[in-house]
Each structure stands twice: as C-alpha cells, then as structure tokens.
C-alpha cells in the first residue's frame, strides 16, 4: 500500500489533553490527524487503545502512530505486539530523531506523566519530519522484523 499522509493517535485516560495537544501539531504538520480516542477521562485499558492505533499502522491505514499513556511505556509494548510495528517511547528529540533515522519506527509513544506538554508536540514533530536512513540500518531493522517470524 502506498504511503499516506494518516496519523493515528490514542492514549488511555491519562494523556488526553496531551494527545488532543499533540494532534493539533500533527495537523499544523500537515497530517491527517486519525483521532480514535478516548475522548472522555474514565478509567481504562491503555493495551486496548495501543493495539487499536498499531493495527491501523500495520494494515497500511496509517503511515504513523502516536500513542499515550502516563509513561508511555504500557502502551508502547501493547503496540509492539503487533506484527510490523516499531514504537519507541521518547522524552527527547534526540531519540525522536533517531528512532525515524536508524530505527525506521512508525509509532512513538509519549508519557504524559513524564514529559510537558510542549516538549511533547515538539517531539512528535521531530519524529514526523525525520526520514529513515536506510543503508546498514536497514540491515538491523530488517533483523528486527525477523524476530517476528
Ligand atoms: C494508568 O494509571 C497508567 O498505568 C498508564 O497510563 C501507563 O502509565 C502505563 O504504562
């Protein structure tokens, strides 16, 4: 499938304001920004909301994901469970950068409870503008994709 211009962003019920923040970024970018919630703040499941955004990512729907949760950290392995997902959770542009450029991720995931909310737009935009550098990086990212047998 070609690829598009479509983000998907989720979270639980702790980052809905910061992904509410960071859609709004995804969209000033010039993405389409795929909202799929929550949009109300009860308690729930961030592995529901993490395997529904990688899903749209892994069938193509999707070129990017951006997931939340308080650390990111629960909502990035329900992602990762997902064959063809790379996410990496970032509290740094430096390691939004690098995921895109020796990692090829095409999902990142943000701790609300972490990071602010600024630092959070930022890195999502850091991670929206960087390309994969391919070469030997390639090489590791497809001996990544083989341990999904
Ligand atoms: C919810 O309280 C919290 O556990 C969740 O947002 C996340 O931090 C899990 O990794």
Not at 27 to 33: H, I, Q
Not at 113 to 120: F, G, K, P, S
Request: with cysteine; proline share 2%; aromatic share 4%.
């Amino acid at each position: 499938m070609a690829l598009n211009k479509r983000v998907v962003l989720s979270s639980d019920h702790a980052a809905i304001e910061m992904r509410m923040a960071v859609a709004q970024r995804v969209t000033d970018l010039g993405w389409e920004a795929v909202d799929i919630g929550p949009s109300t703040p009860e308690s729930t499941h961030y592995p529901e909301h993490g395997a529904a955004a990688a899903q749209l990512v892994a069938s193509g729907d999707c070129r990017f994901g951006i997931i939340l949760c308080g650390t990111g950290q629960g909502i990035m392995m329900a992602a990762n469970k997902v064959k063809g997902v790379r996410c990496g959770v970032c509290s740094d542009l430096f390691s939004a950068e690098m995921i895109r450029a020796h990692n090829d991720a095409n999902m990142l995931s943000l701790g609300a409870r972490v990071i602010e909310e600024a630092d959070a737009m930022q890195i999502a935009e850091v991670f929206l503008t960087t390309e994969f550098e391919g070469g030997r990086h390639g090489t590791r990212v497809d001996m990544i994709s083989a341990l999904e047998g």
